[in-house]
């Protein structure tokens, strides 16, 4: 069934894809985000709303996590130049303000392969063709939450593009992470955006969407 699904999603996205060829400061460790978390700024669990906003009729989503609001501003970057629904990932239990206790937490967390909950309601993903999903870089990996929800939802059949935030890191191995994870979904070239950069993203998520034939 997956792979019958795989065969017809990739029918309908062929036209979207012809043209594809083939939140940190300095001062903090590599890998983690390096502003107060803004938690003023914590949007409704689904918000946006055009199911239709893409080039070529495709649906897309902008789900993303965010503990210090760069991701957050990367993610309505993107939002804003495709139109796409967006999704914050919001863990049922609170991370800590704490930076120094952060660091101690999300190491805890992926030594021990924790699948940290996610609180409200979900999305419907079978509405979707292109999943974009968000993360800081946390020890040259995503931050748990993301593997919480890789293992929520069947993937299958859609186009995942990735990006990241980070002081430095870059995506690390993510993406060749999510393609492990995600066998019959089509993983897209990452973007990452420094920690230094996440407020003012626009110029880098146009060529990155350009690049991948996502842009409106």
């Known amino acids: 069934m997956k792979k019958n699904m795989l065969v017809v999603a990739a029918c309908l996205l062929f036209p979207l894809f012809s043209c594809l060829a ?18 003023a700024s914590v949007q409704a669990p689904l918000s946006g709303g055009t ?22 501003a990367v993610a309505s970057e993107i939002q804003r130049q495709t139109g796409a629904d967006i999704l914050e990932l919001i863990p049922e239990q609170p ?32 509405a979707y063709d292109v999943i974009f999903l968000g993360y800081p870089n946390w020890w040259a990996d995503m931050p748990m939450i993301i593997y ?25 191995g993510s993406v060749g992470t999510i393609r492990s994870l995600e066998p019959e979904s089509q993983i897209m070239d990452g973007l990452h955006v420094s920690g230094s950069s996440a407020s003012r993203p626009g110029d880098a998520v146009a060529k990155w969407l350009a690049g991948l034939g996502m842009d409106r």
């Not at 937490?105 to 979900?122: C, D, F, K, L, S």
């Not at 929800?149 to 995942?160: A, N, P």
């Open 148 to 172: 919480t929800f890789l293992d929520q939802y069947d993937l299958s059949g859609k186009v995942i593009a990735p990006f990241c935030t980070s002081g430095g890191s870059g995506l690390s």
């Open 95 to 126: 991370y800590t303000e704490d930076y120094n206790e952060l660091l101690n937490v999300a190491q805890r967390e992926r030594r021990n392969h924790v699948r940290p909950a996610i609180a409200g309601r979900g999305a419907d993903i079978d």
């Open 22 to 39: 083939g939140g940190a400061s300095e001062k903090l460790p590599i890998g983690f985000p390096g502003n107060p978390v803004d938690t």
């Open 51 to 72: 199911q239709n906003s893409m080039k070529d009729g495709v649906n897309a989503l902008v789900v993303y996590f965010s503990w210090s609001g760069n991701t957050r």
